[in-house]
Nanobody, 115 residues
Framework: QVQLVESGGGLVQAGGSLRLSCAAS????????MGWYRQAPGKQRELVAV???????NYADFVKGRFTISRDNAKNTVYLQMNSLKPEDTAVYFC?????????WGQGTQVSVSS
């Protein structure tokens, strides 16, 4: 049974930083592509960043240069370092584990950015 647990969300002022963590269990984590998504109230869930098992990364245009995704396979954890946060970054952030048997989602962590 795959489980993903996000942490690190909170309230921060515009221009501030947060680091989100997503701890995975129940899978061979190092083989899986991992992603961070977000969903703001009234909006669809959208991709923020992905990282492959080999460490290749890809970012949505709206976070390029501000957010960094990384992973620590020894800790079965993926991170999202978020800098220069903007009020429009306010959303629930979810991590996702991609697997050929089916994708898995965490429960989400709230990020709120005040102006």
């Amino acid at each position: 049974q795959v489980q993903l647990v996000e942490s690190g969300g909170g309230l921060v002022q515009a221009g501030g930083s947060l680091r989100l963590s997503c701890a995975a269990s129940g899978s061979i984590f190092s083989r899986n592509t991992m992603g961070w998504y977000r969903q703001a109230p009234g909006k669809q869930r959208e991709l923020v960043a992905v990282i492959t098992s080999g460490g290749r990364t890809n970012y949505a245009d709206f976070v390029k240069g501000r957010f960094t995704i990384s992973r620590d396979n020894a800790k079965n954890t993926v991170y999202l370092q978020m800098n220069s946060l903007k009020p429009e970054d306010t959303a629930v952030y979810f991590c996702k584990l991609y697997d050929f048997k089916g994708d898995y989602w965490g429960q989400g962590t709230q990020v709120s950015v005040s102006s």
